[in-house]
């Protein structure tokens, strides 16, 4: 099984440019998100969705666009890149617990991670 | 303060020692509790779960402690592959209620 497939692995944009970060899963889960991870502050939460067309807004929403076609793809735009959103991006995906996303039997999935840079 | 805290070492140990690291949450509602293992530049990985009882995977043993609101994670007979970051992870309830913590860095030497 592949798992939770990101592209691209990196990523150097200017100000301004927009892009779309790639994460599909073949594990037909219904929970995927998107966190950021910087130096010292853990691993913070984008969006996130639990399934196809139903999407909601992590702690760092700003300036990122999501949707759910599909159970496996959830893409992460970016619209206006700004140097604040250098960053490694991971995707991570996971079946949904019973009453919380992290029940014992649903851990999150991640993918390899995008390395991107905003100059 | 932060909703889950970790020392962040590094914790530099020799091989074949015992070493423990704990964790901290404020929210005392939380409801779920993990360990994850994040390699240099490489994504987490479930390391274990966290259970009331607490739980025992080999050399690793991860215990709850709730009335002082903290998770603890001890690793037996320190091998090289465990150097790593271990990340504590807090669920308080709610698919976006998953908060990670910054991490605790073993580095184990020959």
């Known amino acids: 099984n592949a798992g939770v497939t990101q592209t691209p692995k990196f990523q150097v944009l200017k100000t301004g440019q927009s892009m779309t970060l790639q994460c599909a899963q073949d594990?037909?889960?219904?929970?995927m998100s998107w966190y950021r991870q910087d130096p010292g502050m853990g691993l913070r939460l984008i969006h996130y969705?639990?399934?196809?067309?139903?999407?909601d807004q992590g702690e760092v929403p700003n300036g990122y666009n999501v949707s759910r076609s599909t159970t496996e793809d959830f893409p992460l735009r970016l619209l206006s890149a700004a140097p604040s959103q250098t960053s490694v991006y991971f995707c991570?995906?996971?079946?949904?617990?019973?009453?919380?996303?992290?029940?014992?039997?649903?851990?999150?999935?991640f993918g390899n991670g995008t390395r991107l840079t905003v100059t | 303060r932060k909703e889950v805290e970790q020392d962040p070492g590094p914790f530099n140990v020799p091989e074949g020692a015992t070493v423990a690291f704990n964790c901290t949450y404020s929210?005392?509602?939380?409801?779920?509790f993990f360990w994850y293992r994040q390699d240099c530049r490489k994504e987490p990985k479930l390391l274990m779960s966290?259970?009331?009882s607490g739980n025992e995977d080999g050399r690793f043993t991860a215990q709850l402690n709730r009335a002082s609101q903290y998770i603890s994670l001890l690793i037996r007979d320190s091998k090289l592959s465990d150097s790593a970051t271990y990340l504590c992870?807090?669920?308080?309830?709610?698919?976006?209620?998953?908060?990670f913590g910054t991490g605790t860095k073993l580095q184990v030497i020959p």
């Open positions: 929210n005392s509602a939380s409801q779920s």
């Open positions: 991570a995906s996971s079946r949904l617990g019973t009453e919380s996303l992290s029940s014992y039997n649903s851990p999150l999935h």
């Open positions: 992870v807090v669920n308080t309830g709610g698919y976006q209620k998953v908060t």
């Open positions: 594990m037909n889960h219904e929970y």
């Open positions: 966290v259970y009331s």
């Open positions: 969705s639990v399934g196809a067309g139903i999407t």
